[in-house]
């Protein structure tokens, strides 16, 4: 590879990097920008001033504070009961041989394929009928359910990467089954743990279609239902809106960044390998 | 594995006999206990919660979806509790509705187009980081897991800024190079500028994890066959299809399928954008179910639409299922 080719590519490369990064340049800018500056026809891609108005503004509007709090707990509760049954669930798939291991494995594989946005219909019946719409139990039910094939499967990939002999000498060792397994497996398991919540949170920090359809009281919904009824109603505050957008990022991010190391091999071996 | 359970049977019947005579009263629970979870009850007794979970908010649903499907179910019938079975009614309103099927075929081009700008591009990202200057790809990596890491509905809104008639920077910079025909040019006028806007949204959110997951692939092509094609003095091109691709092509099958199953469903974007507008000019499969459905009561009817999505995703997914457990068989 020549070196001119090389320093060609490079410079390719800062501009697809500036493609990527412009959007997010672009939202937390704006989200600076003085109020004067949003709506002028001037070409500007540099704030011309700093404020913190926005943010201010973005976050007292009404109802912001209040949808930050039920995507927390929606999404935060969600992946921990999807944490507790997946680990449950993933141990003996990893570990145990018992009759209708096989069939487990094939229920869970196939739950993990199950296309949930087709799913609303008959999702909506069922909350209503257990008479969860419009609370956020209802939702965290759906999140959990959506979160817990992925997660179990995920898990028992990584509880199969540790060696059982690790067990058996603490066994050895004058452990009991449970002790053996809380002392020695499950801190190793902790990059895993990890990874595969942060997967989960994210994915119910997204969601939209069913928090729209099952929080239909307005003044009760979560931040993605928030935000696009936000930029509908208020359409001109575009300063609020990447205020708001920004806080959204913000806890993503950070998540991304702590479990950067893994994030191709979390997606791929819970869609694609054993 | 069994050598495991034979070992643990000893280790955990002798410790609790000392311990049973100091708490004599509670030993007809503790057996109990200890029998449920030493025996060959503890499997399945770990796999309850996951289980029932599963088959109560996912095996019931897909069971219910397909007997909703026919039946009539408007809001009467729904607040009255009453069931009334219409047959294939449901389907043959929808299957004779040229609306259905026209939104049927954008849904399909959609998810083309988006798969394909989405695996085209990744593959070029994921050549391009294997090509340039070290800290160069580590600024490109920062800013596509930036990309990535943003949420869906903080990204469409940041787009539907970029692309605002009056004052989005997307105008703004077409007016700077020239185009001055964009001037307050509206992207959201037509069902087909709209979409365009919403695949490339969608492209922007996709391009990074087939990007690093290709790249990993690229990084485990071993150095020596591309020794091996230059002394052979093969060009670039041919360097790149037998041994680049060779190595990366399961890879691209995974991802496009994946891309295939995600961009089929894709309903954030498309809804939070316009709705579905103008016009219905931008509704696809996923709108069309949700508007149906939850927004003018016809569940009967949405559920026969989520019935022909259901179809459709499974004839995508059973080939990928298959390949999973032939990995399951090996392993």
Redesign the interface.
């Known amino acids: 590879?020549g070196r001119t080719?090389?320093r060609l590519?490079?410079v390719?490369?800062?501009l697809?990097?500036?493609?990527?990064?412009f959007?997010?340049y672009?939202?937390v800018t704006?989200a600076l920008k003085p109020a004067n500056q949003?709506?002028?026809?001037d070409?500007d891609?540099v704030p011309l001033g700093v404020t913190f108005q926005h943010f201010i503004d973005g976050v007292s509007k009404k109802g912001f504070l209040n949808s930050l709090e039920n995507s927390l707990i929606v999404a935060l509760v969600a992946v921990a009961f999807a944490l507790?049954?997946?680990l449950?669930?993933a141990?003996?798939?990893a570990?145990?041989?018992?009759r209708g291991?096989k069939g487990?494995?094939?229920?869970?594989?196939?739950?993990q394929?199950?296309?949930f946005?087709?799913?609303?219909?008959?999702?909506?019946?069922?909350i209503r009928s257990f008479d969860l719409l419009n609370v956020l139990p209802g939702l965290i039910?759906?999140y959990?359910?959506a979160a817990?094939?992925f997660t179990?499967w995920t898990l028992r990939g990584f509880v199969k990467g540790i060696p059982?002999d690790l067990?058996?000498a603490a066994?050895?060792d004058g452990c009991?089954?449970w002790a053996a397994f809380r002392r020695v497996t499950l801190p190793l398991l902790g990059p895993g743990l990890v990874a595969t919540s942060v997967f989960s949170f994210?994915t119910a920090?997204?969601e939209?279609?069913y928090a729209?359809?099952f929080l239909q009281d307005t003044s009760n919904v979560t931040?993605?239902v928030w935000?696009?009824s936000f930029?509908s109603v208020f359409g001109v505050d575009?300063g609020g809106?990447?205020a708001a957008?920004?806080v959204?990022?913000v806890p993503?991010?950070i998540?991304?960044?702590v479990v950067?190391r893994n994030?191709?091999s979390g997606?791929?071996a819970g869609?694609?390998?054993? | 594995m069994s050598v495991t359970t034979k070992a643990a049977v000893p280790a955990g019947t002798t410790p609790p006999a000392p311990r049973s005579t100091v708490s004599d009263g509670e030993s007809g629970i503790g057996t109990f206990v200890r029998r449920l979870f030493s025996q060959r009850a503890l499997p399945y007794l770990l796999l309850l919660p996951a289980t029932a979970t599963i088959l109560v908010m996912l095996g019931w649903p897909v069971v219910s979806v397909v007997l909703t499907s026919f039946r009539k179910l408007d809001l009467g019938e729904l607040f009255q509790g009453k069931i009334v079975w219409n047959g294939l009614d449901n389907y043959r309103v929808i299957l004779t509705d040229p609306q259905f099927w026209q939104i049927t075929l954008r849904t399909v081009l959609f998810t083309a187009a988006c798969v394909i700008c989405t695996v085209g591009g990744g593959l070029l990202v994921a050549l391009l980081m294997k090509h340039v200057h070290g800290w160069v790809r580590v600024v490109l990596q920062l800013a596509l897991v930036l990309a990535w890491a943003m949420p869906i509905l903080a990204a469409t809104t940041v787009f539907q800024w970029m692309f605002d008639q009056n004052y989005g920077i997307l105008n703004k910079t077409l007016v700077e190079l020239g185009f001055t025909g964009f001037h307050h040019y509206s992207w959201f006028q037509t069902g087909l500028s709209t979409m365009t806007v919403i695949v490339i949204l969608i492209t922007w959110q996709g391009i990074p994890f087939v990007a690093f997951t290709l790249y990993a692939g690229v990084l485990g092509v071993p150095a020596d066959l591309y020794e091996a094609a230059g002394l052979d003095g093969a060009s670039n091109w041919q360097t790149f299809r037998s041994v680049t691709w060779t190595a990366l092509r399961p890879l691209v099958n995974v991802v496009t399928f994946l891309s295939l199953l995600w961009d089929f469903k894709v309903f954030t974007q498309v809804w939070a954008i316009r709705q579905g507008g103008p016009d219905g000019g931008s509704q696809t499969l996923p709108t069309l179910q949700y508007l149906k459905g939850i927004a003018t009561s016809h569940f009967g009817a949405a559920a026969a639409v989520s019935v022909i999505m259901i179809l459709a995703l499974v004839v995508l997914t059973a080939q990928n299922l298959r390949l999973m457990l032939r990995t399951e068989e090996v392993d």
Do not use: C, H
């Open positions: 590879m080719k090389k590519a490079s390719v490369g800062l697809v990097a500036a493609v990527f990064a959007p997010i672009w939202m704006t949003l709506l002028s026809d070409y891609l507790v049954a997946g449950l669930a141990v003996p798939l570990r145990l041989k018992f291991r487990f494995l094939l229920l869970v594989l196939v739950a394929m199950a296309p946005e087709a799913l609303l219909i008959p999702m909506f019946l069922m039910l759906v959990f359910a817990l094939p179990a059982v067990e058996e066994m050895v009991g089954r994210v920090w997204n939209f279609l729209l359809t931040l993605p935000l696009s930029v575009w809106a990447m957008s920004t959204f990022t993503v991010l998540f991304f960044l950067q994030l191709v997606v791929t869609a694609v390998k054993g």
